[in-house]
């Protein structure tokens, strides 16, 4: 697949986790969360530490969501992220958009090696599907 096709197929599906989810506005993975909700798309974010992130009720980990997600958006440490594929993989998930400074080789290796649809490597969520800093 093209990354256009990998983006397609991505975002054909809902809903999503946003793994790294942070209640810091300022911080990348509160914003790839509020960029879902305002496309209308439905999101679960995905913070050990935090009870809800913009509202919603937050999850320890994947294996904690309470129901099936087409993909996942990742905004953590790569070592991280090579933890949190290994649990998507477990959980059947078939999309994983590693967003930048999340991904490493072993990471994307093993989520390939898994056959999964993987979005890694430069192309940010946030321009994909649009983000506006000063809406909610």
Same mark, same amino acid.
């Given at each position: 697949?093209?990354?256009?096709?990998?983006?397609?197929?991505?975002?054909?599906?809902?809903? $999503?986790?946003?793994?790294? @989810?942070? *209640?810091?506005?300022? *911080?990348?993975?509160? *914003? #790839?969360?509020?960029?879902?909700?305002?496309?209308?798309?439905? @999101? $679960?974010?995905?913070?050990?530490?935090?009870?809800?992130?913009?509202?919603?009720?937050?999850?320890?980990?994947?294996?904690?969501?309470?129901?099936? #997600? $087409?993909?996942?958006?990742?905004?953590?440490?790569?070592?991280?992220?090579?933890?949190?594929?290994?649990?998507? %993989?477990?959980?059947?998930?078939? $999309?994983?958009?590693?967003?930048?400074?999340?991904?490493?080789?072993?990471? #994307?290796?093993?989520?390939?090696?898994?056959?999964?649809?993987?979005?890694?490597?430069?192309?940010?969520?946030? %321009?994909?599907?649009?983000?506006?800093?000063?809406?909610?």
């Amino acid at each position: 697949m093209t990354p256009n096709e990998r983006i397609e197929a991505f975002l054909a599906g809902t809903p $999503h986790a946003v793994v790294g @989810a942070s *209640k810091d506005r300022s *911080k990348y993975g509160n *914003k #790839v969360l509020r960029a879902y909700l305002q496309n209308g798309r439905r @999101a $679960h974010p995905i913070n050990p530490t935090a009870d809800t992130v913009e509202g919603l009720p937050a999850f320890a980990d994947l294996g904690a969501l309470p129901e099936p #997600v $087409h993909g996942i958006s990742v905004i953590t440490p790569p070592a991280v992220t090579e933890r949190i594929v290994e649990q998507a %993989v477990a959980a059947g998930i078939e $999309h994983v958009w590693m967003q930048p400074g999340s991904e490493s080789d072993t990471a #994307v290796a093993r989520a390939e090696a898994a056959g999964m649809n993987v979005i890694a490597g430069g192309p940010c969520l946030l %321009v994909a599907i649009g983000f506006r800093e000063d809406d909610a």
